[in-house]
């Protein structure tokens, strides 16, 4: 099902991206304050700074962990990145509730949608349990899908003929790792030293794979509708402090995000290609931003609905790979759980990334 992601990405895309750009135009009353040029090219530039910055946080983020994983301190299975992968959890947590749940109650509680059934029914709590239930259905189809797969035909443990070692190296027993008993003449498989990464069962690398991918897909349309936000504002004093949060979240979202991909065992392209999806999810969606500034009004009925829906359902993704995903999976791990210095550091951090994220929102 999930293999075939580069499309369903690119679909997702299209829609995230052109249905606030074709939703925008009209009033409802909301005027916006003329602006100099002098004003125009100022934000501009801060725009175009934005891109390159947030650009250059998102890589770095991402790759940070895919990098890592060839140095013993950054090694996925290190106590130091599952601290930092606890951190970045936090922020992704914090992202959920404090910076995206609430501007979809603000679009659609809007003044302008009051005389409409949009301000009369609470949309955006039912769009966020969507958007979490919907995750849990994805990840448990994905889940069961992949371990069919894999586990669905039975593994043949012992044949009637002893063969020689050099006989086994072929045919189809290629990759496989042989126990000789010769007493019994017989010989048992497992999968080779290279098929999962160390420490984890073939299992806990569906659960990674599953995780990674509904993660971006959670994370992409949030980062889009954020970066179409910076895109047509015109105001430097929302510009600046939302340049500076943005970096922020989308390192650590990057980090969290790439420690779910380097522990799924991706092919090479497949983790190229999804960490160069989330590096350019959100300078994309400011450069929309800057092209349908002049024409896009966000105050309009149908860009507050669409801003609104889609904004709560990212938070239902979020909020639920947070909790779910990422951070009951890492808890309940019996590595944290007989290791009271790393539980303590891992309730620490976790604290620490949701606390920095939430004090963001006091500017942005």
Not at 48 to 71: E, M, R, T, Y
Not at 111 to 119: D, R
Not at 266 to 295: H, Y
Request: hydrophobic content about 50%; some cysteine.
């Amino acid at each position: 099902m999930l293999r075939g992601k580069g499309c369903y990405y690119l679909v997702l895309s299209i829609i995230v991206l052109l249905t606030p750009t074709t939703a925008g135009v009209g009033d409802c009353g909301c005027d916006r304050d003329g602006l100099s040029a002098e004003t125009t090219n100022a934000a501009l530039k801060y725009k175009l700074g934005a891109i390159a910055a947030i650009l250059v946080a998102s890589a770095l983020g991402v790759c940070l962990p895919i990098i890592g994983k060839n140095f013993p301190a950054l090694h996925p299975e290190s106590n130091l990145f599952f601290l930092v992968k606890t951190f970045a959890a936090g922020v992704i947590l914090s992202t959920g509730f404090i910076h995206v749940l609430p501007d979809a109650f603000e679009s659609l509680t809007s003044p302008c949608l009051k005389e409409s059934t949009w301000g009369k029914f609470p949309f955006t709590g039912l769009a966020a349990m969507v958007g979490a239930l919907g995750s849990l259905m994805i990840d448990a189809f994905a889940t069961g899908h992949y371990r069919r797969v894999h586990f669905g035909k039975p593994v043949v443990v012992a044949e009637a003929a002893a063969v020689s070692g050099d006989e086994e190296m072929g045919g189809d027993h290629v990759g496989h790792v042989h126990l000789h008993t010769h007493a019994t003449h017989g010989h048992a498989h497992g999968p080779g030293p290279s098929a999962t990464p160390e420490g984890l069962s073939e299992l806990d690398r569906i659960r990674y794979k599953v995780t990674s991918q509904v993660l971006e897909m959670g994370i992409v349309v949030h980062s889009v509708i954020i970066g179409l936000s910076l895109g047509t504002s015109q105001s430097l004093d929302t510009i600046k402090p939302l340049m500076a949060a943005l970096c922020f979240h989308q390192f650590f979202e990057g980090v969290g995000l790439g420690g779910c991909i380097v522990q799924a065992a991706f092919k090479s392209a497949s983790t190229f290609c999804m960490a160069l999806f989330f590096s350019l999810t959100t300078p994309v969606g400011i450069a929309i931003g800057i092209g349908i500034a002049n024409v896009y009004d966000d105050s309009s009925p149908t860009a507050l609905i669409v801003q609104g829906l889609l904004d709560a359902v990212a938070a239902g993704i979020l909020i639920y790979m947070a909790l779910v995903d990422l951070l009951a999976q890492d808890f309940m791990n019996p590595k944290v759980q007989n290791n009271s210095r790393l539980f303590f550091g891992a309730n620490l951090t976790l604290l620490l990334g949701a606390g920095f994220m939430a004090v963001l929102a006091i500017w942005a």
